[in-house]
């Protein structure tokens, strides 16, 4: 699933305690009487509730987007042991009726609610927790077995679930579930279970752990929202590192991808201005500069195969997902392979875009064989490339063909006559944030040893300020982001919902743009605006 928000993430905080001959994890396992096995009777495959789950689960499982293991089926259970569990054997996640009822008492929240529950147990399953358990269980009859059964830290579990399941139900769409420690308990109280439990955390332990997660979570989702920015105004170095940190904490095709885009887009700089004339559709997900030594003499060769490697790896994770395809063949054009440039663009970036429905993706795909016909010297064939995606709304294409026509874009317009010059979002210029400029040191992050990201979420009331400093070059950079939705306007009367040509008039054609499987971002000199997949402007950030 894509995503039309700038970040992926939240947080979770049920624990688990199936027993380990089940090879199990529950939720809240509240009884051992009956096993998955027999829970045939009891399934619900035909309700409104039932589906209503099921759509849910299917979006999470689409937004971690990790295809190399087989996705466990869904079931929905009348019996109420576990309220949501996952049955290794069985290779199914189960969420039982009544936890389900007790979610649908969020109401508007009643789907990030399921999400908060699923996502804990998807995670559960693709960070293998159940390894170490179904060792102890099967072999407790030896020394070793008994060893990991006591070492078998099931917080640790709980808490990594929480936290990686977030992580995976903000990317899904369903935003920043804040209330966790409310939900645990209407669970417990719904299911009779006492604060106190022999051999478990007690109910206030989990909230705690719960809401420690949560707040990890959030700075997980700021620093990939800082990532993306950095990439839109070119700051490869910086966020290599941004992106490289958050594969630490969470793999993701997204992720795999935004790397390679920055190494990728870091290499254009090697090109001159005659090698490289068009703008290429790189891709970068907005929705979650190193290099490796490839015995390669050019420094920009390196950065172009290690986009490759990163391009491969998000393939290897969803072979559907058409970004990275697109990705691949921009790089192996920039390498002066045409033929597997034309391959993956036009075999598999197109096909992965109909299966995986990436439509944007599809028309940037064909805008890439157009730069290729074009460096072909088949200028009819790029014009009707061009012609054809400028006509289903691509800006992109729109460039490309006034290049080759040798009609250039408009430049930027410096000032508005009778508009202020200076940019403000909650009533605040970056000037003047700078003055008092404060940050939360619990927030900040050190990346590297010379990159670090902080920020100060009091900000405004409706904006979030991000700072990424690298002590190596002696850089500050700065971003102050609108929250979705934000009714404000920029300095020249441009708010939410304004479409590209509105901007455009406003500020001029920008000299750099970058795509999004959804959308485009148009980076000026100080301020960026963010498009939805109708041209649309959705979120847009000042910078220094």
Not at 111 to 136: I, N, Q, V
Not at 158 to 181: I, N, Q, R, V
Not at 261 to 284: C, H, M, N, W
Request: aromatic share 10%; with cysteine.
């Amino acid at each position: 699933m894509r995503k039309h928000s700038l970040a992926l993430v939240i947080g979770m905080l049920v624990l688990c305690a199936a027993h380990a001959q089940e090879r199990s994890f529950g939720t809240l396992h509240l009884a051992q009487k009956t096993k998955p096995s027999s829970l045939s009777g009891s399934r619900l495959t035909d309700s409104s509730g039932y589906r209503k789950a099921l759509n849910v689960y299917n979006k999470l499982v689409q937004a971690r987007g990790d295809f190399r293991f087989p996705v466990p089926a869904f079931l929905m259970t009348r019996e109420e042991n576990r309220v949501a569990g996952i049955n290794y054997d069985q290779l199914e996640i189960i969420l039982e009726e009544k936890a389900y009822k007790v979610c649908a008492t969020y109401g508007a929240q009643s789907d990030a609610a399921m999400a908060f529950l699923l996502g804990h147990e998807l995670t559960h399953y693709y960070e293998k927790h159940a390894w170490r358990r179904g060792f102890a269980a099967d072999y407790r009859d030896l020394p070793i077995g008994l060893k990991l059964d006591s070492l078998l830290d099931g917080a640790a579990n709980e808490t990594e679930a929480d936290y990686l399941g977030g992580f995976l139900a903000y990317s899904a769409g369903y935003g920043l579930f804040d209330k966790g420690a409310d939900l645990m308990q209407k669970l417990y109280t719904a299911y009779g279970i006492p604060p106190e439990l022999p051999g478990y955390p007690s109910l206030s332990d989990r909230q705690a752990l719960g809401q420690r997660s949560a707040e990890k979570l959030k700075r997980l989702v700021e620093l990939f929202d800082m990532a993306n920015l950095l990439t839109a105004i070119g700051k490869y170095p910086e966020a290599y590192e941004c992106y490289r940190y958050l594969l630490m904490q969470y793999q993701s095709r997204e992720i795999y991808n935004n790397l390679g885009v920055t190494a990728l887009l870091d290499a254009l700089r090697y090109f001159s201005g005659s090698e490289l004339k068009f703008r290429i559709p790189v891709q970068l997900d907005l929705e979650s500069t190193g290099s490796r030594n490839l015995g390669l003499i050019n420094p920009r060769d390196q950065m172009l195969n290690q986009a490759i490697l990163h391009f491969d790896a998000a393939i290897s994770m969803d072979p559907n997902y058409a970004p990275a395809y697109l990705n691949k063949a921009c790089a192996y054009m920039l390498l002066g392979d045409a033929g597997r440039a034309r391959f993956y663009a036009g075999t598999e970036a197109i096909e992965a875009a109909k299966k995986g429905g990436y439509p944007k993706t599809e028309t940037d795909a064909a805008i890439l064989l157009g730069i290729l016909d074009a460096q072909a010297g088949e200028t009819e064939k790029a014009k009707t490339a061009f012609q054809k995606a400028a006509n289903a709304g691509s800006a992109l294409a729109t460039i490309n063909l006034n290049i080759l026509l040798n009609q250039p874009p408009g430049a930027e317009i410096a000032d508005a006559a009778g508009l202020p010059r200076v940019e403000r979002i909650d009533g605040k210029s970056l000037a003047e944030i700078e003055e008092t400029l404060a940050v939360d040191p619990k927030r900040s992050v050190e990346l590297s040893a010379h990159v670090a990201f902080h920020q100060n979420p009091k900000q405004g009331e409706k904006s979030r300020l991000f700072v990424c400093q690298n002590t190596r070059t002696d850089a500050v950079i700065l971003f102050h982001l609108t929250e979705p939705g934000y009714t404000g306007k920029t300095a020249r009367l441009i708010g939410l919902g304004s479409d590209r040509s509105a901007i455009v008039k406003a500020y001029g054609e920008p000299s750099r743009t970058v795509e999004t499987p959804l959308g485009q971002i148009m980076a000026y000199q100080k301020i960026l605006f963010i498009l939805d997949p109708k041209g649309q402007l959705t979120r847009w950030a000042n910078f220094q």
